[in-house]
């Protein structure tokens, strides 16, 4: 199916900016200050953005082509229209490409331009796009592709973390932890490259992140909200919500704040609930800690199905991203924000999904749920939220091509480090494996086989640690009788495989010559 592109304004309808109508899909390259002023009769319009709509706009919108934009060869109309919309002439063979550069050459504060993209929690940086799903994606490696750029957000991020812990509205351990994690999410080992300079000496280090908040709402019907189960409270940002028969329900509709932070931006939220027709439930996450401001998950019940809606809300002004119709398979919703992508799932781990791409909140630590109705029938229960964590089980982290080698490996406590090895030529083989902590595996190999070996580190009261590992191979025959080759896999979080080898040892070594914490 074709689709038809244009840049062009955002318009004020029904409390919030919207989309052109038959849009499908959007990118927003507003300003912050766009995005956080609301519209009013003498400003029915916004700037700017990108949509993919189902028929050609009209006036007032810059036409930039027709068909599949990953397809659609960049023209120098093309690149001019940008240039004269957003002051900003990209680079690219498609207009998928056009679209990704402008988002990467974003402004870090998001006062002069949108913000940068930013790389999921799996290390890759993408651009989604309904109704085509990835219209970009790459690998993204700290030091490597676009760091100068993702580094300067971070570094704006926690520059307002720490002036929060001055104003007391963080404690300094709550800043410590997100360090841990953008090591553990970068595999970097100095925390130093995500603080400003002005501040290394204000801040003493990483702590270990780990956090899960959980309110099943089992308490005394309340008009005040109470606390979590972690001890901490709720702030109703907007409307009047109350504890009603063990759920959250709402006098009038509106949304709440758990005062409490994650360990970093990147997180997930999902309840359980209930909802009646023309009414509805949210979940919010990246939210300020003062200030009305998060990515918003909604589910909307109509007549006959559902609505999903992915708004943002910069300072209590919303505007609307995406929005898919479907039939509930069960009562329960899910929001993750990943570096620049945003997915709501009208029923966890299913297809049903609202999907977008947008870079103006970063670095906000807290979550939310929200009641768009009142009375008892629209509820939400058993909400839950926690920082998105990639697993990392059999993840290979280090091949070395030849007989020996070394490598530092960053570890959590329980983690498992496993080794493998391939071996041909020659007779059979004796193989050793030397861990940080001076426990020495060896043993001996036939021609040919394998030997996996495995070694769980225990790091006393769950510190971070890193441990130097060594691998040796040696034949037994003599050098004259035996060519001796083999490939040392290093696997952390996980026990090789032989079913992971296919490819690997045929690829350079020094490609994978990296660590990935856990």
């Known amino acids: ?105 974003g402004d870090p504060t998001g006062q002069e331009r949108w913000k940068p993209l930013m790389p999921q929690a799996d290390l890759t940086m993408g651009v989604v796009l309904a109704p085509h799903g990835d219209i970009h994606r790459e690998p993204f490696r700290w030091g490597q592709n676009h760091t100068q750029q993702v ?35 970068y595999a970097v080992e100095d925390w130093h490259v995500f603080v400003p300079a002005l501040l290394h000496r204000s ?45 959250l329900a709402a006098d009038s509709a509106g949304h709440c704040r758990a005062e409490s932070d994650l360990s970093g931006a990147d997180m997930v939220a999902k309840s359980d609930f209930n909802i009646t027709t023309f009414e509805s439930v949210s979940l919010l996450v990246r939210h300020a800690n003062a200030a009305d401001t998060c990515y918003q998950g909604q589910t909307i019940s109509n007549i006959s199905d559902y609505t999903s809606k992915i708004y943002k809300r910069v300072a209590g002004v919303a505007t609307e991203l995406g929005t898919a119709t479907f039939f509930p398979t069960t009562l329960t919703h899910k929001i993750e924000v990943s570096g620049s992508l945003v997915t709501y799932w009208s029923a966890p781990d299913t297809t049903q999904r609202v999907q977008v791409t947008d870079t103006a909140i970063t670095g906000n630590l807290r979550a939310g749920a929200g009641i768009g109705g009142t009375g008892s ?56 494996w030397v861990f940080g902590d001076v426990t ?39 050098a004259a009788a035996s060519t001796l080759t083999s ?21 350079e070594s020094q490609k994978y010559r990296r660590t990935y914490p856990i």
């Not at 109470?226 to 504890?243: A, C, F, R």
């Not at 080698?405 to 498992?416: E, M, P, R, Y």
């Open 1 to 105: 199916m074709a689709y038809f592109y244009s840049l062009g304004p955002w318009h004020w309808q029904n409390d919030a900016w919207t989309p052109p109508t038959g849009t499908v899909g959007v990118l927003d390259f507003g300003t912050y200050e766009d995005c956080a002023t609301p519209g009013d009769p003498s400003r029915l319009t916004r700037p700017v953005g990108f949509f993919a709509t189902m028929q050609r706009l009209g006036s007032g919108y810059a036409f930039l082509g027709e068909g599949d934009c990953r397809e659609l060869p960049s023209t120098q109309r093309m690149r001019d229209t940008f240039a004269a919309t957003l002051r900003y002439r990209p680079t690219g063979r498609t207009l998928a490409a056009l679209c990704t550069d402008t988002l990467i050459a």
């Open 151 to 185: 580094q300067a957000v971070l570094h704006e991020d926690i520059g307002t973390l720490y002036h929060h812990v001055e104003s007391g509205r963080m404690p300094l351990a709550g800043l410590q932890r997100v360090l841990d994690g953008l090591m553990q999410q």
């Open 203 to 247: 801040i003493p280090g990483p702590l270990p992140r780990a956090t899960t908040l959980t309110d099943n709402f089992n308490r005394a019907d309340s008009t005040s909200l109470g606390t979590g189960g972690e001890g901490w409270s709720w702030t109703e940002v907007l409307g009047d919500l109350k504890i009603l028969t063990n759920r």
């Open 377 to 432: 029938i629209t509820w939400e229960d058993n909400w839950q939220a926690n920082d998105v964590v990639i697993a990392l089980t059999g993840q290979l982290v280090w091949l070395l091509s030849g007989i020996s080698g070394v490598t530092n490996v960053i570890l959590l406590k329980g983690t498992s480090v496993s080794a493998a090895w391939v071996l041909s030529g020659g007779a059979s083989h004796t193989y050793s």
């Open 440 to 478: 020495r595996e060896s043993g001996f190999v036939s021609t040919a086989t394998t030997s996996i070996v495995t070694r769980t580190y225990q790091f006393a009261g769950g510190d971070r640690g890193q441990r130097r590992v060594s691998s040796t191979v040696s034949s037994l025959a003599s």
């Open 487 to 507: 490939a040392v896999l290093i696997f952390v979080g996980g026990i090789a495989t032989p079913s992971l080898w296919d490819g690997i040892v045929q690829k």
